[in-house]
């Protein structure tokens, strides 16, 4: 199974959303190998840091991912792909290639429009691939808790994106932050992890459970457009939409 972790906006958390779940897939046992799109190199360094068990892969060149990938499947259970800010080729390798895809957002309406173009490119690759592969899932990250006002606009924008969402957010946490440069993942980090440890186990949960109904119910599910879960995302956001 090929997992990518994509979106052309930066900063958005797909580094961190994709090492946690090369973490999780670790941690159950699971032969793992990641690929390192983004030539910024901060999943690597994370993992190497790390010292996990993990085949790790640093390519940015669109045509070497795509080979890289399909050489690295068979003997992997999971492979997983961090993409690059602005790289629009490899992008498009990723969404070609993957059976299940992750579009890490923050809820800025800035934010949520320029994902738009990701989302876009993810539509036109399954034209290309007959219609309704790779599945995908939006991921609301950096949510903060404080801003009542956002929520309304943002659940419109994230509507409009028409892309079904995790019912998991990511909250700012300091923790989560302080992960890379640690070298680990937010459940090893102790007490003072444990609120980003509880969501972020939360939301791997829920994505792997996502990622096999959706590969497994092959093309019934993909070609639904999900209405996004409004009341539970605004509640965990803060607000009452
Ligand atoms: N839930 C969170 N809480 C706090 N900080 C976070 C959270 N998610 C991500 N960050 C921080 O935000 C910054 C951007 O996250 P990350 O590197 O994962 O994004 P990215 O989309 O991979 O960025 P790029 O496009 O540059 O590759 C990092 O400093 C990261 O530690
Ligand atoms: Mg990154």
């Not at 199974?1 to 999780?24: F, R, S």
């Not at 030539?39 to 669109?62: D, F, Y």
């Not at 895809?101 to 949520?112: A, D, F, M, N, R």
């Not at 028409?162 to 640690?182: F, H, I, K, M, N």
Request: net charge positive; charged share 25%.
């Amino acid at each position: 199974m090929i997992l990518a972790v994509v979106n052309q906006k930066g900063g958005v958390g797909k580094t961190t959303l994709a090492v946690h779940l090369a973490a999780w897939h670790l941690d159950r046992g699971r032969r793992v190998a990641f690929i390192d799109a983004d030539g910024q190199s901060s999943s690597s360094r994370w993992i190497r840091g790390a010292r996990w068990n993990v085949t790790l892969h640093a390519e940015t060149a669109a045509d070497s991912i795509l080979e890289l990938a399909a050489a690295l499947e068979p003997a992997h259970d999971v492979v997983i792909a961090d993409g690059p800010a602005s790289l629009a080729e490899s992008t498009r390798a990723l969404l070609l290639i993957a059976d299940y895809v992750l579009i890490p957002c923050g809820v800025t309406v800035p934010e949520l429009e320029s994902t738009a173009e990701t989302v876009r490119m993810l539509v036109n690759a399954r034209r290309v691939r007959g219609g309704s592969k790779p599945p995908a899932h939006l991921v609301l990250t950096r949510v903060r808790s404080d801003r009542f006002l956002l929520t309304r606009d943002a659940l419109q924008a994230i509507h409009s994106l028409g892309l079904p969402v995790c019912e998991t957010v990511l909250r700012l946490r300091e923790a989560t932050a302080d992960a890379a440069g640690q070298r680990t993942a937010v459940w090893k980090m102790g007490p003072r992890g444990k609120r980003a440890a509880d969501e972020t186990l939360e939301l791997l949960q829920e994505i792997d459970a996502h990622a096999r109904t959706t590969i497994d119910d092959g093309n019934a599910q993909l070609t639904a457009i999900a209405v996004p879960p409004r009341r539970r995302i605004a509640a965990a956001i803060g607000g009452r939409s």
